[in-house]
């Protein structure tokens, strides 16, 4: 589900940011992170650095679906300078292995990665 526009904004040199939405027992819980942290696998899996994200993993423990926003100003949207998308998918979080070490090469601060399989993904500017 990853488009050429959704890529753009991914790999823009002009950062933006990134929100991801779980679902906890006590309501919906956001977290951020940064566009040039997401990695893309070869089969369009997102990989995102996880320095804490505690609560996120502990929601996502009990349902693995997950929201996220992601847009930039610099990317030309669908009417104007600007755009973003609403991206709904799974999630999980992945402790070792082949790609936690890449990430980790990257990010020497990660104690996971949050790996997010794409399910759907919408320009909403």
Same mark, same amino acid.
């Given at each position: 589900?990853?488009?050429? &526009?959704?890529?753009?904004?991914?790999?823009?040199?002009?950062?933006?940011?990134?929100?991801?939405?779980?679902?906890?027992?006590?309501?919906?819980?956001?977290?951020? *992170?940064?566009?040039?942290?997401?990695?893309?696998?070869?089969?369009?899996?997102?990989?995102?650095?996880?320095?804490?994200?505690?609560?996120?993993?502990?929601?996502?423990?009990?349902?693995?679906?997950?929201?996220?926003?992601?847009?930039?100003?610099?990317?030309?949207?669908?009417?104007?300078?600007?755009?973003?998308?609403?991206?709904?998918?799974?999630? &999980?979080?992945? &402790?070792?292995?082949?790609?936690?070490?890449?990430? &980790?090469?990257?990010?020497?601060?990660?104690?996971?990665?949050?790996?997010?399989?794409?399910? *759907?993904?919408?320009?909403?500017?």
């Amino acid at each position: 589900m990853l488009n050429e &526009k959704l890529l753009e904004v991914l790999l823009h040199p002009a950062d933006g940011e990134v929100a991801i939405v779980t679902q906890g027992i006590d309501g919906p819980h956001v977290i951020n *992170t940064w566009n040039s942290y997401v990695n893309i696998t070869p089969d369009g899996r997102m990989l995102i650095p996880a320095g804490r994200m505690n609560k996120t993993e502990k929601n996502i423990e009990g349902n693995h679906l997950v929201k996220l926003t992601i847009g930039n100003r610099e990317v030309q949207g669908l009417s104007y300078k600007g755009t973003g998308f609403l991206i709904t998918g799974t999630a &999980k979080f992945i &402790k070792d292995g082949a790609e936690f070490n890449i990430m &980790k090469t990257k990010f020497s601060w990660i104690r996971a990665v949050l790996e997010i399989t794409i399910e *759907t993904s919408v320009q909403t500017l």
